[in-house]
């Protein structure tokens, strides 16, 4: 009982890495509230993984932001990135998390060709055609964040599931903004630069069980 009282109670230097929208929208955007120059990178759906954490580490020059909906999970990567970040000493006060659903807070808080890369990292696929609307790798979504990247930024999206990467696919194919850098023009099965590449709790997981990820990698034409 006082462990599972302890635990619900955030520290005041995980709480420090909670972005609350208004906060963002009150200083005037990103460049702003990080005061000094960097590229911007979003991860859209996080979950619990620390894909986001540890590019925050590798890439200390850079500014990294999650966007997670589900506020359990929100507070279990506000407080595994302390503790990693913490473990490793790590001082760049580089990332921030956004508890919100990512279809409002794209477009809220981050203003078009200011990104300079995002990952979509094994979204819910939701298959039943009844909740196709919460899926993240469709048109109108997928369109809205090619706008936030600016020209010549990367957006990796990756998934296990088949049918979602075909959706995933077609859907892309139908934003010209978006250009595929896989000689297929569609995914592939392997990372294409494995020393960037780390890999995220759901990935892990469908890799021991055999199952093949599908990986997109886009570039936002350049102007
Ligand atoms: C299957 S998990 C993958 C987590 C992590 N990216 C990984 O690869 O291990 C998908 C995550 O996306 C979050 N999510 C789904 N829809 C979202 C939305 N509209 N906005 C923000 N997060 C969302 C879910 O709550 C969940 O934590």
């Not at 020059?61 to 990567?77: A, D, L, N, P």
């Not at 990135?81 to 659903?101: K, P, Q």
């Not at 890369?117 to 899926?135: T, V």
């Amino acid at each position: 009982m006082t462990r599972l009282r302890r635990h619900r109670t955030l520290s005041a230097a995980q709480k420090a890495r909670e972005l609350h929208p208004q906060e963002l929208i009150r200083v005037g955007g990103w460049e702003r509230y990080f005061e000094a120059p960097g590229n911007l990178w979003l991860e859209i759906g996080t979950g619990k993984d620390t894909h986001i954490i540890e590019r925050s580490r590798k890439f200390p020059e850079s500014y990294h932001v999650g966007i997670e909906v589900t506020r359990k999970k929100f507070e279990m990567i506000l407080r595994k990135a302390d503790a990693l970040l913490s473990e490793h000493g790590t001082t760049s006060d580089n990332l921030r998390f956004l508890n919100a659903d990512a279809f409002q807070a794209v477009d809220a808080c981050f203003a078009e060709n200011s990104l300079a890369g995002a990952f979509i990292l094994f979204p819910d696929p939701w298959p039943k055609k009844r909740h196709a609307g919460r899926r993240l790798l469709q048109k109108s979504f997928l369109q809205l964040v090619a706008g936030k990247l600016s020209p010549g930024a990367i957006l990796e999206i990756r998934t296990d599931d088949p049918i979602y990467a075909v959706q995933a696919r077609d859907a892309l194919n139908e934003i010209p903004i978006l250009n595929p850098l896989t000689d297929n023009g569609s995914w592939v099965h392997e990372p294409m630069n494995p020393e960037d590449h780390v890999e995220t709790l759901f990935e892990s997981k469908f890799r021991k069980r055999g199952l093949k990820i599908h990986h997109f990698y886009l570039s936002k034409v350049e102007e």
